[in-house]
Structures are given as structure tokens and as C-alpha cells.
């Protein structure tokens, strides 16, 4: 966005990305900038390899992956020396805060939720997000309250950071990341043996325990003729290997499928209920994408639920601890409706 002031130069700080939703995010950017041959960009990556074009050069550091120590002398000397030698205009941090001394105009990109969700961690419960909230989300607010722009991914993240950070709603422009959506069967659920699936990864504020206990009380009432798919393996980190332990003990009929291709997951939303008990999210992307291929769907009640299918005629929200109430909610698919 060059307002009419001729052509710009613009850093695009992101040394964090290296593989998953941060580099897809990145990605995204990068092919927005290609079309835009005005201006000029530098992006300043670690790992990360992205072409080169006329207007778009690439500067990879992968020496900043080494420690967080090297990581602090980069943000703090080394990416200030760059935006003096290229002689930037602008900076577009892609990584939650901004880039420290810049002394440019900022944009910051916020795409981790934590600091502005309303489940609170205790430190004994699970000390990283904790530290994630306290510590990390202090300085995340700070960095919000001096940069230019702020971008987000959500509406409920724009309107908390508004209230959270006291910052006007005209510097946070939502800008919804690229999802691409394949095509499915029409949407189908076997009566006689439906089934439940949950594409989330091991992390504790995912919240499988309370779908496990969910299982355990359809169990205590009879009811056997379902299936939960979840795309953990059961071995990702103490937490879950104890779920999985508990699971096979009870005997539930819960399989621990691991990670799955992208094909694989669209066509089992096609012909499931979708579980979401997870309490902390940015978008989650599994409601949407299970929304498109027209699944039941039933979510924790957590404000980016409610922006994502709040307005879905098929989905059903409970409190995400409440256990009883998912039972409740999963036994009505098995009465069959």
C-alpha cells in the first residue's frame, strides 16, 4: 500500500517461519507481493528459501536458528543494519512483534492467539503458553500500541486487541489468510456407526482429555456404536501418551491415526461429526474447513468458534471442560437424528 508516494522499500522480517502454518502464511504474502511490481521488497528469512525476482530480493540468515541468543542479536543489531543499508521506508514484521530500533514505519502481523484469548493458563498447568501469555503477550501489546498497522487473521482478535491494547479499530485490518478447500462427496454420516473426528496436534490446550472423558461417560451408558478418529499419534509428548493408555485400558473406540493428507482430511469431514474441544485457537481452521463440507459440527464455546460457525446451522457448542455436556450433545448422534 504505497499511497501514491511512488515507489517504496519494504523489509519483510520473518526469521521465525521455517515449515508449517508460519510458513504458509509467509508464502501467502510472498505471492501477494509478486503481483505487485510497484514497489520493492527485501524479505529477511533464516531458513526459508523463497525465489528472487526484479522486485523482490531474498536475504537468508540461517545462522539465527542456532540459539534465542542468536536470535536477540539479530532482531536487536543485525535486521537495524539492514534497514539503514537497503534504506527501507517500511517494515512488515510477520512475526507477532515488531522489529526493535527499526526506526520505520511498521506493520505488525498477529497470528498467535494466546495473549488474547480468554483462557488464562496457570504456570504449573503448562509453562510454556503460560510464558507465551505473560511474558511474550506483554511485549506483544506494547510492540501493537507503537507500530503503524496491525494485522490480523481473525474478527475476534481485531476487536480484543482494540479492547485489550486500547488502540483505535482503524490501525487492526483483519486480513483473513488464503485456505484452500478441496472438493467432497456429498456430506454423508453412517447412521449405525457414526463417526468423530478430531484433526488437532498433542499441544494440552487442544484439550483431548475432555473428549476422552466424554467417551468414558457414553461408555458408563451403554452406547458402543460409534468411532473417534484423532490424527495424534499417541506418542507426541507425556500428556497424550497418557490419554492414549487410558483410552486402550477402557477400551474405547478411539483411533490414534496420526497425521493426514490434506485429500484424506477433507474427505472425512465428508462423512463425520467434527469434535472441537480445543480452547485456544487463532482461526481454527478444521471448523471452516468442515463447514465447507457441510459436517455437524460440535465446537468448545470459545470466541473463535463462535466467529468462525457461530452463524452454522449444524453446529452445537458446549463449555470446553464440560465433559457431561459433550456426551450429551455426541449421544443425540447416536439415537440417531
Known amino acids: 500500500d504505497a499511497d501514491g508516494e511512488g515507489t517504496m522499500r519494504i523489509l519483510v522480517y520473518d526469521v521465525a517461519a521455517d515449515s508449517g502454518g508460519a510458513a504458509t502464511v509467509l508464502k501467502s504474502f510472498y505471492e501477494e507481493f509478486l503481483k505487485d511490481t510497484e514497489n520493492e521488497y527485501i524479505f529477511v528469512l533464516s531458513v526459508f528459501e523463497l525465489p528472487e ?67 488464562r493458563f496457570k504456570p504449573w498447568e503448562a509453562l510454556r ?50 485456505v484452500e478447500m ?11 456407526c457414526p463417526v468423530f473426528f478430531y484433526p488437532a496436534n498433542a ?67 465428508a462423512r463425520s461429526v467434527l469434535v472441537f474441544p480445543s480452547y485456544i485457537e487463532t482461526i481454527g481452521l478444521p471448523l471452516l474447513e468442515a463447514r465447507w463440507a457441510g459436517a455437524w459440527i460440535i465446537a468448545a464455546d470459545c470466541l473463535y468458534a463462535r466467529d468462525g460457525v457461530g452463524d452454522y446451522d449444524r453446529a452445537e457448542f458446549f463449555s470446553a471442560r464440560d465433559s457431561k455436556k459433550l456426551a450429551r450433545i455426541m449421544s443425540g448422534f447416536l439415537k440417531g437424528r
Not at 481473525?154 to 479492547?163: A, F, S, Y
Not at 500428556?239 to 484424506?264: H, Q, S, T, Y
Open 53 to 119: 525476482t526484479d522486485h523482490i530480493r531474498v536475504l537468508n540468515f540461517p545462522w539465527v536458528k542456532k540459539s534465542p541468543l542468536h536470535r536477540m542479536y539479530f532482531d536487536h543489531c543485525v535486521a537495524r543494519r539492514l534497514v539503514k543499508q537497503y534504506k527501507v521506508d517500511r517494515v512488515l514484521s510477520l512475526q507477532n512483534i515488531e522489529l526493535p530500533h527499526a526506526g520505520v514505519p511498521q506493520t505488525v502481523y498477529e497470528h498467535n492467539a494466546l495473549p488474547f484469548s480468554e483462557y
Open 129 to 178: 503458553p503460560w510464558v507465551t501469555q505473560q511474558i511474550l503477550g506483554r511485549m506483544m501489546k506494547s510492540s501493537i500500541r507503537r507500530a503503524d498497522r496491525v494485522l490480523v487473521q481473525t474478527n475476534w482478535m481485531k476487536q480484543e486487541i482494540v479492547r485489550q491494547c486500547g488502540v483505535s479499530a482503524d490501525k487492526v485490518e483483519v486480513k483473513f489468510p488464503p
Open 182 to 192: 478441496l472438493e467432497t462427496e456429498p456430506y454423508h454420516l453412517d447412521e449405525n
Open 203 to 269: 499441544s494440552a490446550y487442544k484439550n483431548h482429555r475432555t473428549f476422552l472423558e466424554a467417551c468414558r461417560l457414553l461408555q458408563k451408558q451403554g452406547y458402543e456404536n460409534y468411532e473417534v478418529i484423532w490424527t495424534v499419534t499417541g506418542e507426541e509428548n507425556d500428556g497424550i501418551r497418557a490419554i492414549r493408555k487410558e483410552a486402550e485400558e477402557l477400551g474405547l473406540p478411539i483411533r490414534f491415526r496420526g497425521p493426514m493428507p490434506r485429500r484424506e482430511l477433507f474427505d472425512l469431514y
